[in-house]
């Protein structure tokens, strides 16, 4: 008779994630004014994300401990890294813009399952998909302003 552990598991390795003893690897998320450094497992990382089993390899640097990650806030860093160790992602109580940051944060690490989770709560939350909207509508007036400024410099 085989027995599930997935959930004791996943409890443990939330207590590792939490706890944080004998992290070989500390990531810098975010920057100047507002950054955070985590501490990490490097065997948890390389066997939960294909970016960090990259990212952290002999063939790519040997001896890394300090890993910066400037272009992801502390706060989506996180949730990230909580759901590498526990498997868990609880986007309820988060701003659009953190969502957003998350999907495209979760895209650099190549993290497909979790572009999948955030892409199908951005599909149930009709309030995200609104942020997101106006977000990429924004971006795009704001680069029509700058071709615009363009062509009078011309």
């Not at 868990?88 to 969502?99: A, E, F, M, R, T």
Request: include cysteine.
């Amino acid at each position: 008779m085989a027995f599930s552990k997935f959930f004791d598991l996943s409890n443990e390795l939330s207590n590792i994630f939490e706890d944080s003893n004998d992290y070989d690897v500390v990531i810098q998320a975010g920057k100047e004014p507002d950054f955070k450094e985590f501490k990490a497992h490097s065997v948890i990382l390389r066997a939960r994300s294909p970016y960090f089993k990259v990212a952290l390899s002999d063939k790519w640097v040997k001896n890394i401990n300090y890993f910066p990650k400037p272009n992801i806030s502390p706060a989506v860093f996180h949730l990230i890294l909580r759901y590498i160790y526990t498997g868990i992602l609880d986007l309820k109580d988060q701003p659009g813009s953190n969502i957003f940051a998350l999907l495209v944060a979760a895209d650099e690490l190549l993290h497909d399952r979790l572009v999948d989770h955030v892409q199908k709560y951005i599909q149930c939350c009709k309030e995200i998909q609104y942020y997101i909207t106006n977000t990429l509508n924004l971006s795009i007036n704001s680069d029509s302003d700058l071709y615009d400024l363009l062509d009078v410099a011309d």
